[in-house]
């Protein structure tokens, strides 16, 4: 279950669709960096946003992910339906709620936050489209799950094809007004990633219907909730979700308090978002990799072999992002150049493209580490951990960007403090903590 062959089997799908959804991100950024600054910074801030929200229902399918995993490892496949079905009913109904919250919250929340009216104007109407996302993108991520925590990852390739295709099509299609439609500009974009995600979810569902073994696993066999294993993932989930939606709240700050700096600091750092997204891809296929592994193995009783996996998936996604890493080090502005004809815009970028080069490899080790922790059900240590470090973090942040302003690129060398505490304290817990009592 843990040779090299194995890990590198579950997580090259996952890679290729990490690839495709981020072909979606630089394409946004790549349209939007040619329309103007003001949309290329706004889609930072209102992306982020999103991001964060969708970190609630994402939090919740790790839980779906982490007990289909185990229940997968001991063998237990009927087990595995009420877990998958509940957890389309708990998301669906989440993110209803969190809509409509949305439509009231979004434009008292952005115009307290944000201080250009340009940067205010811009972000709300890329989220008074987006936010429609949030019931298909809340369901395509249990589907994620399920796959994920059965180790079948080879149809999440080509749902994020279909995305990406799908994105890309109406991307250019509504930004820039082609083929008779009307130029959206931004919220075009938005529109665009919409679709995208409601067609994946179709192709997800009828694809499931058909090929997704229903019989073995009791797939959709259940309509109603069943409070009990609602209540199972939950006690997994919600430390995940607070976790993983503190932490991109978190990095909204990290935007806004850019914001403050400027409109050309804000259009940087989000071509350096792009860039360190899509630098990540190795290392965050490799951490979801690592979550499901750990759950399997310890379903399978091989507790033993845990921190041995964790370690060796370090070394193969340091070893996969070095390349990437030199690269973007050597020709940072070919790299800028992708997201903007603006010479000006360009030189300002290379800085940050740099730190994030370097960021990355930090990250890799960090993010496999507590992507481990978690699939072990230490969701609550992994928890406290990520407050303790987003603390440093933002008083990281908030001194060199706010209190006693410095260049970009020095504010971006937070990552560096954020990922060394979060993968430090999490490893240490891992060969010390009582993790291997966890009962789920």
Not at 48 to 70: D, E, K, P, T
Not at 269 to 297: D, E, F, H, Q
């Amino acid at each position: 279950m843990n040779s090299t062959k194995n890990i590198l089997k579950i997580s090259y799908p996952i890679i290729l669709t990490l690839i495709a959804q981020n072909i979606i991100n630089v394409t946004d950024t790549a349209f939007l960096g040619r329309v103007s600054e003001v949309a290329l910074g706004a889609s930072a801030i209102a992306g982020v946003f999103y991001f964060a929200i969708y970190m609630i229902g994402f939090g919740f399918s790790q839980g779906v992910q982490i007990l289909i995993g185990r229940r997968n490892g001991e063998e237990k496949y009927q087990q595995i339906g009420p877990i998958f079905n509940n957890g389309l009913l708990f998301n669906a109904i989440l993110a209803v709620l969190l809509f409509g919250a949305s439509v009231y919250g979004i434009p008292h929340l952005m115009h307290r936050l944000v201080s250009s009216e340009h940067i205010y104007d811009a972000a709300v109407r890329y989220l008074n489209w987006r936010i429609y996302g949030y019931i298909f993108i809340f369901l395509n991520v249990i589907f994620r799950g399920f796959y994920v925590g059965i180790t079948q990852t080879r149809i999440l390739t080509t749902s994020a094809i279909i995305t990406a295709v799908t994105n890309i099509l109406f991307d250019y299609v509504l930004i820039f007004g082609k083929f008779g439609f009307p130029e959206l500009g931004i919220e075009g974009a938005a529109i665009a990633s919409v679709i995208a995600e409601a067609v994946t979810l179709f192709y997800l569902f009828f694809h499931t219907l058909i090929y997704g073994n229903l019989k073995k696993y009791g797939l959709f066999s259940t309509i109603k909730i069943d409070f009990k294993t609602i209540g199972l993932i939950l006690n997994l989930s919600v430390f995940i979700m607070f976790q993983f939606f503190i932490s991109i709240s978190t990095w909204f700050l990290f935007f806004i308090f850019i914001e403050r700096m400027g409109e050309r600091p804000l259009a940087v750092t989000n071509i350096g978002r792009s860039m360190y997204v899509l630098l990540m891809i190795p290392a965050s296929a490799l951490s979801t990799t690592a979550s499901t592994l750990v759950s399997n193995m310890i379903g399978a009783g091989q507790e033993e072999e845990v921190v041995k996996t964790i370690n060796k998936i370090i070394r193969i996604a340091l070893l996969l992002v070095s390349p990437l890493l030199i690269l973007t080090l050597i020709f940072p502005e070919l790299f800028a150049h992708i997201y903007t004809d603006n010479h000006d815009l360009i030189l300002a970028s290379v800085p940050v493209i740099r730190v994030v080069s370097f960021a990355v490899a930090f990250f890799a080790a960090s993010n496999v580490i507590i992507n481990g922790l978690s699939g072990t059900g230490s969701t609550q240590t992994a928890f406290f951990i990520e407050i303790i470090t987003l603390i440093f973090y933002i008083s990281y942040v908030y001194y060199t960007a706010i209190y006693n302003r410095q260049e970009v690129w020095v504010v971006w060398m937070s990552e560096f403090v954020y990922w060394t505490l979060n993968g430090g304290l999490g490893y240490l817990f891992l060969k010390k903590g009582n993790w291997r009592e966890n009962e789920i």
